[in-house]
């Protein structure tokens, strides 16, 4: 167990909705990273979040946003679903300054029908 | 344009010997290296790390060794055990050097599933 909790498991929904997935990070951990993975794509960097701001973007489509709270805990907003959104989304924590050693969640499996 | 890449899908070995994964990078920004191991329906786990001003970093029945004039790395493991039958993903980053650390997302190659024969 890495310490990183992610809501919920698994998500089903139509396209055109709208979604948003959640994230605790370890504690203590002030950075917060977003990841998709994909059957084609592999692993991608979507975003990432630091004491509650927004740090690096990767490849994150417009559609998609975050943000991170007080609480340090971090929801991924997916809007206009479309088929191709259908993904496994991981969020993975992490102490700054000490490397980047970044600790993974159980991952959010989204379906788009 | 793949930056982090694994050319071997898969691999076998026999439990006990030696498993060597081999992982290559493009991008010379790149300081930071690490390999993950990943199960069916989990999030990846990090097993060990190593930063371009080491070669060879160590824990454990890991090693990983970093060559940076080929922008090669490979994953050792010794002795293999069925346990560590899985998906083994190298990523990579930059600004640890120059940022302080952790200021950057992780940029993942495809990954290789070992499969360890009793």
């Known amino acids: 167990d890495s310490g990183v909790t992610q809501t919920p498991k698994h998500l089903i929904t139509a396209t055109g909705q709208r979604v948003t997935l959640r994230c605790s990070p370890r504690?203590?951990?002030?950075?917060v990273y977003w990841y998709q993975q994909s059957l084609d794509q592999g692993l991608q960097f979507l975003i990432q979040?630091?004491?509650?701001?927004?740090?690096a973007k990767g490849n994150i489509l417009e559609r998609f946003s975050a943000q991170q709270f007080p609480d340090l805990h971090s929801e991924l907003n997916l809007s206009s679903l479309e088929l191709g959104d259908s993904a496994l989304y991981f969020c993975?924590?992490?102490?700054?300054?000490?490397?980047?050693?970044?600790?993974f969640g159980p991952g959010t499996r989204l379906t788009v029908l | 344009d793949q930056q982090v890449k694994q050319n071997s899908p898969s691999l076998s070995v026999q439990e006990g010997r030696i498993s060597i994964l081999n992982c290559d990078y493009t991008n010379s920004m790149f300081d930071y290296f690490l390999w993950y191991k990943k199960y069916p329906a989990e999030g990846p786990t990090f097993l060990i790390s190593i930063s371009s001003i080491k070669d060879k970093n160590e824990d454990g029945r890991f090693t990983v060794f970093l060559n940076k004039s080929a922008k090669h790395l490979s994953l050792h493991i010794v002795p293999s055990q069925p346990g560590d039958s899985a998906v083994y993903f190298c990523?990579?980053?930059?600004?640890?050097?120059?940022?302080?650390?952790?200021?950057?997302?992780?940029?993942f190659g495809k990954g290789t599933h070992l499969i360890i024969q009793p």
């Open positions: 504690s203590g951990d002030l950075s």
């Open positions: 990523a990579a980053s930059r600004g640890f050097l120059y940022s302080g650390g952790g200021a950057d997302g992780l940029t």
């Open positions: 979040y630091y004491n509650g701001e927004e740090r």
């Open positions: 993975a924590s992490s102490v700054q300054g000490l490397g980047n050693e970044q600790f």
